[in-house]
Structures are given as structure tokens and as C-alpha cells.
């Protein structure tokens, strides 16, 4: 079975200082990798995934992560905050494979504030 | 990517009541899913609609309490059937669309806008 952790469940940083959101999982096999955002009162929109390839992906809004196989991790980083990421922010893995029963698995996600 | 629209958008309900949500995609999909998410919680699936055939329910959630339907490719129906206040949440569709020219669109999950369900 395959878990997602999500480290402590709110961040905050300063408007132009460094983003950083931990995701480590737990898989048997290196699963596909994503992050959601979701901003106050809307549905889930996709920043970024890993799928195959390249280990640095580079998402929407400047987000970018990266897939480390030997610490099994997928850690979510932006150069500069801006206000407008506030938000919550949530890691997902899936089997990579394509059978039916391959489920999106969440962490708890993560609550990102930006101060002025 | 695809273009996802819930119905309603939010609700109130009373206790004992029974709320018929709506998902329509834009464009062909493989897989439609169902979320609900808790207040401050995170997302757990209730279950995989299936076209033509019955859901399939992940543990803790059963037909009788979240009907679903399926009947076509871009079309989904959840019911909370006899709502208590523990069913207050956000209940989000998700789909998975078929393969397309680029292989990354094929693993590529997205998500409706939610329907905040309060029941009291």
C-alpha cells in the first residue's frame, strides 16, 4: 500500500522569501507524483506532476518539485511568495501502472500562508 | 485538459434529506471519480463511477448512502441519502481522460469545483 506524508499542516513565509512544502511517500515502486493546489472556496486545480523523465518539473505560478527516488521525496519549492499562493496544498501519488484499480492517494495537506 | 462543472455548487439541507450532485465533463473520460472532503480534511474517495454498471465503493462507503450513476461517458450523479450533519463537506468529482497525443495527458487527474454540502 502506498501513503503519502505531508510534515506539520500549516507553513508561513514572508512575500518574496522561499517556498518550501515537504512530501515524502511510501510506495514499493516509484509512483506517479503530483501536487494540487486549492484556493479558498474552489475545487483542486494541478500545479505540477512527475510522471517519467525529468527529476525537476516545473509546474504553474513558478511552482516547481522535485522527484528523489533514494529519500523517496517530492518536495514543492518557489524562489520568491507571493501573496496569492496562499492557499492549501496538497501531495498525491498513484501505482504507476494504468489498471483499474490505480487511485490517487493524498497527504493531509498543507496550509500555506504568505505575510506581507 | 478538461473542463468539469458540479451542480450545485452549494447547499443546505435538512436532517433526513436527500441531495442529487451533478458532474458534467467536457470531453471523454475513462475513469469518473468521487471525493468527499471534510472540513480541514483532506481528500478521501468515496468511489469509481462506472459507465453502465454499478459503482465501486472504497471502504466505509456503501450504495445505499451514495448512489451513483453513470449512464454515459461525460455524466455522473452522487446522492447523499439521508443526510446527518456528519455529511456536511465538500464533495468533489474527478475524472481521468482518455489517452491523448501527449502521454502525459493520460496520467492527468482533475478535479470539479467541489459542492459544499452543510447539513442541519
Known amino acids: 500500500a502506498q501513503s503519502v506524508t505531508q510534515l506539520g499542516s500549516h507553513v508561513s513565509v514572508s512575500e518574496g522569501a522561499l517556498v518550501l512544502l515537504r512530501c515524502n511517500y511510501s510506495s514499493s515502486v516509484p509512483p506517479y507524483l503530483f501536487w494540487y493546489v486549492q484556493y479558498p472556496n474552489q475545487g483542486l486545480q494541478l500545479l505540477l506532476k512527475y510522471t517519467t523523465g525529468a527529476t525537476l518539473v516545473k509546474g504553474i505560478n513558478g511552482f516547481e518539485a522535485e522527484f528523489k527516488k533514494s529519500e523517496t521525496s517530492f518536495h514543492l519549492t518557489k524562489p520568491s511568495a507571493h501573496m496569492s499562493d496562499a492557499a492549501e496544498y496538497f501531495c498525491?501519488?498513484?501505482?504507476?501502472?494504468?489498471?483499474?484499480?490505480?487511485?490517487?492517494?493524498f497527504g493531509k495537506g498543507i496550509t500555506l500562508s504568505v505575510r506581507p | 485538459s478538461a473542463v468539469i462543472s458540479q451542480k450545485p455548487s452549494r447547499d443546505i439541507c435538512q436532517r433526513g434529506t436527500s441531495l442529487t450532485i451533478q458532474c458534467q465533463v467536457d470531453?471523454?473520460?475513462?475513469?469518473m471519480f468521487w471525493y468527499r472532503q471534510q472540513p480541514g480534511q483532506s481528500l478521501t474517495l468515496i468511489a469509481t463511477a462506472n459507465q453502465g454498471s454499478e459503482a465501486t465503493y472504497e471502504s466505509g462507503f456503501v450504495i445505499d448512502k451514495f448512489p451513483i450513476s453513470r449512464p454515459n461517458l461525460t455524466f455522473s450523479t452522487l446522492t447523499v441519502s439521508n443526510m446527518s450533519p456528519e455529511d456536511s463537506s465538500i464533495y468533489l468529482c474527478?475524472?481521468?481522460?482518455?489517452?491523448?497525443?501527449?502521454?502525459?495527458?493520460?496520467?492527468?487527474?482533475?478535479f470539479g469545483p467541489g459542492t459544499r454540502l452543510t447539513v442541519l
Open positions: 474527478s475524472v481521468r481522460l482518455l489517452p491523448g497525443r501527449k502521454a502525459g495527458v493520460f496520467y492527468t487527474q482533475y
Open positions: 470531453s471523454q473520460v475513462t475513469m
Open positions: 498525491a501519488v498513484r501505482p504507476s501502472s494504468t489498471g483499474a484499480n490505480s487511485k490517487l492517494t
